[in-house]
């Protein structure tokens, strides 16, 4: 049922926004709001490492680094190289580019928005006058 | 010189800013952004329509809203005042919600700051968008400013070069 609410809530989403980015945004978003794993991103951006770099430059417990490293990779955000016995860590691109994309499609929504205010504006004004002539009309 | 702002939203700020002038005296914009008759006539985009929205127009108030799809589904929104200077401003934040106006996750948490300006008859609106966490958008954005984009436009930009130049 949740499950099933998500589903809608993604494709409404999808609608609103008029891209498919939504839903990568969210889980994006969702991730990064966590200061440890934002801080895991920037490590990142400056290239590829271990878990035990990663563990080493934050100053956390290894089994922490490892849950926010699980999660950043269920939200597509990093991806693992398995090299020789090491795992190493490196980011994706993608997910970042499709948060520009969404951005992007908010402007859209609200340049559309002005353009229906627009429309709405004149209709109601031309409406207003209507009514005001009318008005004037059984004066006389 | 080449402006490659016009190109598209300034990336890479943690803000989106739109303006546009109306046809309208201010206190007329003011309640169209505020009154929940005149929202449901342009705020949701079509074929979504607004079925619910209420309003409480004062500070900490909200504003609750729900898009309805032709499919029968509902997107709820709530918005909390934070300033309300009638006609010349309005602030409020801004998240998805559920039906009962609790906030639920699927967009970062906004401002939106709208203004509006008189010019003469007509009426500027400004409408300023920030987003919370703001480090966190400004890290993620800065990771996302692809390559291939700057690749574009410098593409486009030499286009518009060439073009100048077979043009003069």
């Known amino acids: ?140 | 010189m080449f402006d490659y702002h016009s190109l598209g939203p300034a990336i890479g700020e943690q803000e989106i800013v739109m303006e546009r002038q109306f046809n309208a005296p201010r206190t007329l914009m003011f309640q169209v952004f505020t009154r929940a008759e005149h929202l449901k006539r342009w705020w949701a985009p079509p074929p979504y329509t607004l079925p619910v929205c209420t309003i409480d127009l004062r500070p900490g108030g909200i504003w609750h809203y729900c898009m309805h799809s032709p499919e029968g589904q509902d997107q709820w929104a709530r918005s909390v005042y934070r300033e309300i200077v009638p006609p010349e401003k309005l602030v409020y934040t801004t998240t998805f919600a559920d039906e009962h106006a609790n906030s639920t996750l699927g967009m970062p948490e906004h401002l939106t700051t709208v203004t509006f300006t008189e010019e003469g008859a007509k009426t500027r609106v400004t409408t300023r968008v920030q987003f919370s966490s703001a480090e966190a958008l400004k890290i993620a954005v800065n990771i996302g400013m692809p390559q291939g984009m700057t690749i574009t436009w410098t593409y486009l930009v030499e286009y518009v070069q060439e073009l100048r130049d077979s043009l003069s």
């Open chain 1, 1 to 140: 049922m949740i499950k099933q609410n998500i589903l809608n809530q993604e494709y409404i989403l999808t609608s609103i926004f008029l891209i498919k980015y939504t839903v990568t945004m969210k889980t994006l978003w969702t991730a990064l709001i966590e200061p440890n794993r934002l801080h895991i991103v920037e490590l990142l951006r400056d290239g590829p490492l271990t878990v035990g770099q990663i563990t080493e430059r934050l100053g956390l417990q290894q089994p922490q680094v490892s849950k926010h490293l699980k999660v950043l990779s269920e939200a597509a955000i990093v991806e693992v190289q398995p090299q020789a016995n090491r795992r190493i860590y490196q980011l994706r691109r993608e997910p970042f580019q499709e948060l520009e994309v969404w951005l992007r499609s908010f402007r859209r929504l609200w340049e559309e928005r002005f353009d229906r205010l627009d429309d709405y504006l004149l209709e109601l004004q031309t409406h207003e006058q209507h009514t005001s002539n009318r008005v004037e009309d059984n004066n006389v």
